[in-house]
């Protein structure tokens, strides 16, 4: 992501940029459209759960996140983040998601994570099963049974199965924009909240960042703003200039 962007409130960011025009028809033929995607992302998924176990004992021995393995596993959330959103995740884009695990900075969807300097080695033992545990109930909520209990080899079909709440609002979404060429933009926040909960867990248990999920629903396209603090208050303006 742009370098330059503020950050979030959490490690992890998730964007998305409700297209303005979108097709009525197109999201009845996009699980045709995305099988490409699935096919690679099954792949990926599966090398995204030997890897895990490679950073898992990697953090215990070191402290640290391997960064070859994070940016490629960081690579696979944005990339499944890019085909839900293109599909039954959100359907807020008509534009095809392309093929790589870059970011691609003019894509509507787009999702990064921090790189944590150091990771605490007695969390990675408790934090992806034990503590995450209330996080997976709600989750399973949200995205439907394919998240319950957080089976890292159902992944490639957790992101774009818009199973759960999630599934349901789309559905209600793409009817909505069937018949009257609108997408209700109270559906999109509300569906781009959920599904920021869900990749923020998954990052979390994927122990990418020992920041544990908080229990907001940050809705709307773009991710929320740190609070301003008393010393950026008080810090001077650059664009209006000293005295």
Known sequence: MNEHAAPSVYPLRVEGALDAHLSRWRWLVKWILVIPHFIVLVGFWIAFVVLTVVAFFAILFTGRYPRAIFDFNVGVLRWSWRVGFYSYSAL???????FTLADVSDYPARLDVEYPQALSRGLALVKWWLLALPQYLVVAVFAGGAWAGFNMADHHGAWTSGGGLIGLLVLIAGVVLLFTGRYPRSIFDFVMGMNRWVYRVAAYAAL?????????MDMGGPEPLPAPTASDATAPNPALGTS
Request: charged share 30%; glycine share 6%; hydrophobic share 10%.
């Open 208 to 216: 990418m960042t020992d920041k544990y999920p908080p229990f907001r």
């Open 92 to 98: 807020g884009t008509d534009r095809y998601p392309p």
